[in-house]
């Protein structure tokens, strides 16, 4: 194995479990020392640092809430410090709070905005500035299908990764002279906890291809984007969703 300094680094948030957990251990497969974020799931992390170890490579567990903007230049300085690099950024963390609009809350509403679109500033900003100093650097965000088509309940969620979306295409405008990727990959229905109590048979009947994704099927294509190969790449939407439109 490469020592730390030696190989790229990558930013998971929520990497805890399900796509998060799925994104590390790709990108560990693809030489990368991965920092794993947490919220509150640390064995969870622990459990993802073992699978990233597993298939030979290296990283760590880091707990903060991606909501808090303070917290996260610290994080971030803290990595680029101690690692001397950031290669790769992962904005995977997220929420959901379901709801008819007329009935939702409005903590339900800002909880999810707060983590989805806000967790996309408070991190993609400080470590937007420490690639430019570099003149390279990807950073690739967790969408959903709900950002493209609508789904009933879920207005706080679609507009959060709706925003996510246009946000992203202009950064990637923004800094694409400097070297600097973005795009976005917007995944459909995932066997993950997200869905742990939906109808999965009738789900089945709304999908193309009759079937739900997994996690790994979404990893592989943000990893991909991570890669030289995707080097011509920036400011795209790419669904991950079974041919649902």
């Known amino acids: 194995m490469k020592e730390v300094n030696e190989q790229k680094v990558a930013i998971i948030t929520g990497a805890a479990k399900g796509i998060g957990r799925a994104v590390a251990v790709e990108l560990a497969a693809a030489g990368y020392y991965t920092v794993i974020n947490y919220l509150s799931d640390q064995a969870g992390a ?3 640092l073992a699978m990233v170890e597993e298939v030979g490579s290296r990283g760590e567990v880091y707990g903060f809430d991606v909501r808090d903007g303070g917290r996260t230049e610290e994080v971030i300085a803290d990595i680029a410090e101690r690692l001397g690099r950031i290669d790769v950024l992962i904005n995977n963390a997220g929420i959901i709070k379901d709801g008819l609009f007329m009935m ?20 993609s900003r400080p470590v937007i500035e420490k690639m430019v100093r570099n ?4 950073i690739v965000s967790l969408s959903s ?7 009933r309940g879920q207005a706080n ?7 996510l979306n246009a946000a992203s295409r202009v950064v990637a405008a923004e800094v694409a002279r ?3 990727r973005v795009n976005v990959v917007a995944p459909g229905l995932i066997e993950t906890d997200m869905i742990v109590d939906a109808p999965k048979d009738h789900i089945k009947t ?8 997994k996690p790994e099927e979404v990893a592989k294509v943000v990893t991909f984007l991570c890669s030289d190969d995707a080097s011509y790449m ?8 079974g041919g649902m439109c």
């Open 135 to 138: 003149r390279r650097g990807v």
């Open 46 to 48: 622990e459990e993802t």
């Open 145 to 151: 299908a709900s950002s493209l088509m609508p789904n």
């Open 234 to 241: 920036t400011g795209q939407v790419i669904s991950v969703n």
């Open 178 to 180: 400097l070297g600097i």
């Open 157 to 163: 969620y679609a507009a959060a990764k709706a925003g």
């Open 206 to 213: 709304m999908i193309p291809m009759a079937r739900i994704g």
């Open 104 to 123: 939702m809350e409005p903590e339900n509403w800002q909880a999810v905005v707060d983590t989805s679109l806000n967790g996309f500033y408070n991190m």
